[in-house]
Every structure is written in C-alpha cells, then in structure tokens.
C-alpha cells in the first residue's frame, strides 16, 4: 500500500525513462571507427596528449585500424586530398567537426587516463596513450551520459504541460523511435548525444521563466550564454536555436513600447482619470528603464556567448588560418534552402519517412498550442530554422549512409513536448492501452530499421530507404535474421559493424 501511494503521489517517469535507458547500455558498442568520429576524438586525443591540432598521428592509427579489417574509409576521407577534400593551407590535416563534443568528453577522457594510470601502478600495463579501450569506451559512456540526462531534463519539460503518463511516453517513444537511440547505444561517439542534452538543458534554464522575461536576473543570462555557446561548439547549426530566445526578445521590446507594462509579475498601472496623464509619464519612465535593463542582461548574454565560442575560432585559426570553418563546409551551403521539403518528406531520406514519429511531435504542437501559442510558436520556429539548414547543403543534404535524419536529433525536446501535448489529449478519449500499443508500434519499426541498417541490408538501406518489399524485411526478415543472430547481438556485436573495431 505504501509503495502505490508513493506512486502515486511521485513522477515515475524519471525512473523508467533511467531504467530503459540502463536495460539498454549492454547493447552499446563503444568504439571510435568512422571518419566522422575520428574527426571528433581527434582534438581530445591531440590536444590533452599532443598539445597541438595535428591530427595525422591520430588520423593514420585509426586508418590502419580499419585498413586491418580491409574498410579504406578511414584512409580516403582524412589521409587523402581531392579537389572535393582540400586540406588547409596551413599544411596540416582537415578537421570539419568541430570541438564542444571533445570537450563535453574530456571529464571522462581524464578520468580514463587517471585510471590507467592508477592500473598501471599495480602492474596492469596499460598504454597510456588515448588510444586504449578505456579512453574509447569512457569517452562514449560520456555520450550515453549527455543522452540519459538530455531526455531527463526533456522529461521534465514536457511534464509541465502534461501529466506524468503522457510526458513518459513522449520521451522514451521519441527516444526510441528516432534517430537518437542509434546515436546514443550504437554510434556513441558523435556529437549530436552532446547537442540533444545541450539544447534539452537549453531550454530547462529558459523556460523557467517563460512568460516573465524581466524576472531572468544577470546568472540565468550568464548561463544561457555559456550553454549556448557550447550549443554552437558542438554542432554549428544548432545555434540558428537561439532564435527562439531572440524572437522573444524582439516580442517582450514590442510588448515594452506599445503596451502598458505588465511584465516580469508587475501588474499593469491603474490610474484615476485625475492623474491619468502624470502616471502615464511615470509607466513610461518604467517601461524604458525595463527595456534599458534588459538590452543590458541580453548584451550579457551575447558577449558570454562569444566568448565561450573561443576555443572553437582559435581551433579555426589554427586549422584553416582564419577564424572560420573549412570552405569545404561552407561551399555547400545555398541560401535558398532548395532541399527544404525533401528534409522532411523526401521517399528515400526524409526525416518524417524514417521516423514517423517526429511527424506526429511537430502535429502536437497544435495541442501545445492550445495550452500556451506563444511558446509553441517559438519551438516551431527552431524547428523550421533547423530545416532550413539542412535544406540548404546542397550536396549533403540527404546524409545517405546516415541512419535516419541525424541533423535533426538536437530538435528531439521539441518533438517531446508536441508529442506529450497530442497524447495528453488522446489519453482521456482513448485510453492509455491504445496510446502504449501505438507507441510500441512506432518503436518497433524503428528496431526493423536499425537492425536492416546494420546487418541484414546494410549495403542497400544506408543509401535510402527502399520501399520495395519493406514490409516482407520488416516483419519476415528482420525477426528471423534476429532470432539467428541473437547470440551474436547479445555477446559479440562487434562482428556484425562495418569492421570490427571495438
């Protein structure tokens, strides 16, 4: 009786979205392997062991790991140049990652190499070299980490507009269901784990005072700087998400010059007729005083940002000689954005073709809307500024060899809480059964994909989806080729990965 009063009195999301998430970390296959991660565990390893940003030490172990088990990847996208892949004219070697998830990873790096260097005192000869098991798998128990806490904190925001039910199953369906699990349990060591919790921790520190922007004092500005500014380190485009806090910047000025001042829990000036026009000169005088000292916190806000940008435009200078990315990066982008649908709904590689799912969080904005328009409003408008983006890569824009659409996984709290809204007006009129079997459906698929992307087709479905006999793999297939294999998924994972580097 206790223990149902204690639920029912306490969240248990929090519980079974930490459970889930733990029932599912022996699944993980922590290894450093594709190019792209190589680009990122190439400045934590070069900068805490080396002490510089040449990157050919790292670049040629990791290449003739790979080369031993016949993948030339490696070796062709960072150790050979082409007019498409030029290295930068300081003569050292490409890098287009950029640094936050390096140093989101380095309290576990560090810790990696104290350890070792504690084993070894006791005789366990480890080398302590960054290159080591426990350097690899502490750096992607970091990524598993920042993932866990992201749909925590993402739990918590879709739980001050829904119950516990609704904000639960939000969470770990979209969790599950997307891209995020791939990039959290099997491709561990990319940055879009770091992005997801950065932008989830974001926005927690935000929206503690939506609705009463005057109330965030001087620490709270100071902070969403040094997150945002991380944002920004960790994956460039995930600062085109400040734009929800600048539009409400620009909505509480507006608010502040033609409206009288009713902000930060201040209630509008009531004034007599008889001494109307003195007190409209003293709400004036509030009302700019208000605007000056919020012009003052938001400079805060903008000068922390730049300056926690720092190490990213001094790797940029080091690198390509100027403070900016590598033109092989920037020459992709279009400013008309023409891939804008296709990012969404395109057969092969949309992001609401492969995972449903996200189509259903950005229709509960709707529902969201409902409760509060205005915050819906701006989480639409991140979401629209993250498309953009991506439609705008001309050349990329599809991320064939991608599972899913992986440039939209930091967006994952915004398809949260539309989704939590959408299932918290479905729960009264269905019920929750038919919510958790629609749920467990979604999941489900998700799983078939996973499982075609990485060992029953992966030569055909990393390029694109392939529609024809998708359902026979999905629920013939993929269940069979399991149930052979589950010996091997359950103890030696690794042989089933491009090359066995882990």
Known sequence: MRFRAWVAANDTGPWIIALVFLLLLPFSVPRVALSDEVQYYAYLRSVYFDRDLDFRNEYEHFAAQAEGFGDQAVTNALLREDAMNPNPRTGLLRNVAPVGAAILWAPGFILADLGTGVANVFGANLPRDGYGRPYIVATCMMSALYSLIGLLLTYRLARRFSGDFAATVATLTVFLASSLVFYSIILMPWSHAPGF??????????????????????????????????????????????????????????????????????????????????????????????????????????????????????????????????????????????????????????????????????????????????????????????????????????????????????????????????????????????????????VAWNIGLIAQFTFIRPGVIRRELVWEDMLYYQFVEVPRQVLDKLWTLLFDRCRLMTNQTC
């Open 197 to 442: 919790f950065l932008f989830a921790l974001f926005l927690t520190v935000w929206i503690r005072h939506w609705g009463r922007p005057l109330e965030r004092g001087l620490p709270t500005w100071l902070a969403l700087g040094l997150i945002g500014g991380l944002m920004v380190m960790t994956r460039e485009q995930l600062g085109l998400l400040l734009i929800i806090p600048a539009l409400e910047a620009l909505w509480t000025y507006g608010a502040l010059v033609l409206r009288p001042f009713s902000f930060g829990g201040a209630k509008p000036l009531r004034t007599s007729p008889q001494r109307s026009h003195a007190n409209a000169a003293v709400g004036g005088t509030r009302r700019w005083r208000a605007a000056l000292g919020l012009f003052g916190r938001h400079a805060l806000f903008l000068v922390t940002l730049a300056l926690t940008l720092t190490p990213q435009l001094l790797a940029y200078q080091i690198l390509n000689g100027r403070p900016g990315p590598s033109p092989t990066v920037a020459g992709k982008f279009i400013w008309s954005s023409p891939n804008f649908l296709n990012t969404l709904i395109d057969p092969g590689r949309g992001a609401f073709v492969w995972a449903p799912v996200l189509a259903l969080g950005l229709l509960g904005l709707v529902w969201l809307a409902r409760r509060d328009a205005p915050l819906a409003g701006l989480l639409l408008a991140g979401f629209l500024a993250q498309t953009y983006i991506n439609g705008a890569f001309g050349t990329t824009w599809h991320l064939r060899g991608a599972f899913g659409f992986r440039r939209l996984i930091e967006c994952t709290p915004i398809f949260v809480l539309g989704l939590a809204a959408l299932l918290a007006w479905l729960q009264p009129r269905v019920g929750r059964w038919p919510i958790l079997v629609g749920a467990v459906a979604l």
